[in-house]
């Protein structure tokens, strides 16, 4: 068994990344379900500071890493985790290897 088959044993979770659709005359975010996709993940909790893309500094509760080389997700996008919470995104990060994009670390509140 090579590196990356032990490495997706760990994904014994599913998330689902549903991007900003636009915003209600209020304000408040509206997100596309149609668009929703559901990704193996592994959320890996503990607690860290990290700082959001507006370089704030915030306490994440945890990490989830998204296990797709095509995965895409901003910080203003919804993720919906396997038991359906909706945590507050704090920070997306790409990690490549030497084929491109290897998978999405999104930290979460």
Known sequence: M??????LQF???T???EPLSTHTSYGAPTFSTSAAKTYSAYVEPGTRVVRTQ???EEVATA???VM?????????????????RLPKVLRVDINNDDRGQHHLEVSIA
């Open 68 to 84: 797709s080389s095509c995965a895409v997700m901003g910080s203003q996008d919804r993720i919906r985790l396997h038991d359906g």
């Open 63 to 65: 990490v989830v890493f």
């Open 15 to 17: 998330v689902t990344i």
């Open 54 to 56: 507006r370089g704030v």
């Open 2 to 7: 090579g590196f990356e088959a032990q490495f």
């Open 11 to 13: 994904t014994t979770q």
